[in-house]
């Protein structure tokens, strides 16, 4: 069962376009949402996190919009750069701790100049 | 700057044999973990270790088996590797104790390949 669902599975935009990428998860104990890149042959790394108490995120181009009512999640790229494709984890992890950390399956993102 | 380090980088090796994966982080982090990414890229956690406990995911086979000297090693054992076993092993730490809105940083991973 596949607790945090993540889509689309890949995405390819323009140079200049605003990315966007789906999450959304099932249980209700979840209170942290991290999202991680990864670069190919890299390993991934924390990009942008929401907790619950936020609905919106943002951290230069890139911003987390959060709707808790409905669990979903969105990981906004604005002006995408070719250096911004990579794969896009969404994670969630409940209060009880990170050791439950779940991650989705990913969105991997092309960038075309 | 790396500052989770794995060895080996890479690992081919045939079925049933043992194999042992070693990682050490130098960020005085208090936990590490063990993530397995398989070939379309699914994390999943497989233990998560600080000095107060070892978190096993239940659904990790027994022939896997975490291994630590101190805080800042975490090697992982495999007894008798299977094909599925094929994946890149990361490891990971985090500052705390394993709350819930720890940042994870990974290392470089392992890949192995089961023959």
């Known amino acids: 069962q596949q607790q945090v669902r993540q889509s689309p599975q890949s995405l390819t935009v323009w140079e200049g376009e605003t990315t966007i990428l789906n999450c959304s998860y099932e249980?209700?104990?979840?209170?942290?949402f991290p999202w991680y890149r990864q670069f190919p042959g890299k390993s991934p790394a924390l990009l942008i996190a929401?907790?619950?108490?936020?609905n919106k995120k943002e951290d230069g181009r890139f911003t987390i919009f959060f709707n808790k009512r409905e669990k979903k999640l969105s990981l906004h790229i604005t002006d995408s750069q070719p250096g911004d494709s990579a794969t896009y984890f969404c994670?969630?992890?409940?209060?009880?701790?990170?050791?439950?950390?779940?991650f989705g399956s990913g969105t991997q993102l092309t960038v075309m100049p | 700057e790396t500052a989770v380090f794995q060895t080996p980088n890479y690992h081919v090796t045939q079925v049933g044999n043992e194999v042992s994966f070693n990682c050490k982080q130098t960020?005085?982090?208090?936990?590490m973990y063990w993530y397995k990414q398989d070939s379309k890229k699914l994390l999943k956690i497989m233990f998560s270790?600080?000095?107060?406990?070892?978190?096993v995911n239940e659904t990790v086979p027994r022939r896997f088996s975490p291994q630590s000297s101190d805080k800042a090693h975490l090697n992982l054992r495999i007894k008798s590797v299977e094909p599925e076993d094929s994946a890149v092993y990361l490891c990971?730490?985090?500052?705390?104790?394993?709350?819930?809105?720890?940042?994870?940083?990974f290392g470089s991973g392992t890949r192995l390949t089961v023959l």
């Open positions: 990971a730490s985090s500052a705390g104790l394993g709350g819930s809105a720890e940042t994870l940083y």
């Open positions: 249980d209700s104990t979840f209170d942290y």
């Open positions: 929401i907790s619950l108490v936020s």
């Open positions: 994670a969630a992890s409940p209060s009880s701790g990170s050791w439950q950390l779940i």
């Open positions: 960020l005085g982090h208090d936990t």
């Open positions: 270790y600080n000095n107060k406990q070892l978190i």
